[in-house]
């Protein structure tokens, strides 16, 4: 598809970018109702809208074409976030019943920290290891870290610098009254691949739909839908929030899956711009644990033994001159004996 150039043209400046401000949205009665006029004006209201939600919770029941239904909690602020998820059946694979999970995971802003509730086990790390604990919410932004090689964290969603870089390359494919269409480019898989993104007109430009295409604009992998949205006021502002997500996963080469996975947030759970305290981060204040592991800190003790080993061999006395020579004979006597060891073995066999 040709990309039209009213509003596909790169952003050139980023000027308009570092003049925005964490301010809150306007309401859709206000002067930013109106479609945008450019890239940068689209980039500065999804921005804008963006950064307006400094925290948020809700409940959600999800569900999948495998069979599993599971209740999850998020709770995020800032970069922070919680997640717990609790299965209440497993997915079945065939004809097999897989075992229901239930876990919870959280970032304080420093580390990570897992609690598998089955054997009660606190892992702490630098580093997130927990699958299966994604935020739908957060997953229509995964394209805004598609010029660099990480999967999007809360954190991008207040970097200025990352959606500049992220809409310097921004092409618009369509537009009409309720959506603009727009390709960003995905560098780190390979040319040709992109994230496109549909903002809904309506709905504040929320990102309701993003497509992932190869290079033969196929579309592959994990596609989220937003859907139901809801109004909500916060802080003398109104937002749009999806109730429902629903995520269909497409092969490689652009063929349906049908395996798709629905989120139904559950609206009354629904808490915007709330203050939060730090002690919901710490998964150890509120469930059972009976033994904590730190990643970290077994990787530096691993590593403290190894370097203390090679100091020792550095510094052991090293045998020189007849020393050497009994070395070299002790050596081959034992070879020697090693051999007719065997010898003896096989001749009395």
């Not at 450019?38 to 999804?46: D, G, H, K, M, T």
């Not at 019943?97 to 920290?113: A, I, K, N, Y």
């Not at 652009?254 to 629905?262: M, T, Y």
């Not at 759970?269 to 730190?294: G, H, M, W, Y």
Request: charged letters at 25%.
């Amino acid at each position: 598809m040709v990309h039209q150039t009213l509003l596909g043209r790169r952003v050139a400046s980023v000027g308009l970018l570092l003049s925005l401000t964490t301010g809150a949205w306007l309401s859709a009665a206000g002067e930013d109702s109106t479609r945008p006029k450019s890239i940068a004006e689209l980039l500065n209201r999804v921005f804008r809208t963006a950064n307006s939600l400094q925290s948020q919770s809700y409940r959600v029941v999800q569900t999948d074409s495998l069979g599993r239904v599971s209740e999850l909690r998020y709770v995020r602020d800032g970069a922070r976030f919680r997640i717990d998820r609790h299965d209440l059946s497993g997915n079945v694979i065939g004809q097999e019943s897989l075992d229901p999970m239930r876990f919870s995971v959280s970032f304080d802003g420093e580390g990570f920290q897992h609690v598998a509730h089955a054997n009660k086990k606190l892992v702490r790390s630098s580093s997130r290891r927990t699958m299966g604990a994604n935020d739908p919410f957060l997953t229509c932004y995964k394209w805004l870290t598609a010029s660099r090689c990480h999967k999007t964290a809360w954190s991008a969603l207040s970097s200025q610098a990352q959606w500049s870089e992220c809409f310097e390359v921004a092409l618009l494919v369509s537009q009409d009254d309720q959506h603009m269409v727009v390709d960003f480019p995905h560098v780190c898989i390979g040319k040709g691949f992109v994230f496109r993104v549909h903002f809904s007109v309506a709905h504040q430009f929320f990102p309701e739909r993003v497509q992932y295409l190869n290079t033969e604009s196929k579309r592959v992998g994990s596609e989220p839908v937003a859907r139901d949205f809801v109004e909500y006021e916060s802080n003398g502002s109104t937002y749009s929030f999806p109730s429902y997500v629903e995520f269909e996963q497409f092969g490689e080469e652009g063929e349906s899956l049908s395996i798709r996975s629905q989120y139904e947030i559950q609206r009354e759970s629904i808490e915007l711009n709330q203050p939060v305290t730090d002690d919901v981060f710490d998964l150890a204040q509120d469930t059972e644990v009976v033994f904590t592991l730190d990643v970290d800190k077994n990787k530096q003790r691993h590593q403290e033994i190894l370097e203390a080993k090679a100091k020792l061999e550095a510094e052991r006395p090293r045998p020189s001159g007849s020393g050497k020579l009994i070395l070299v004979a002790l050596n081959v006597a034992i070879a020697s004996a090693a051999v007719w060891f065997l010898w003896k073995r096989g001749d009395s066999q």
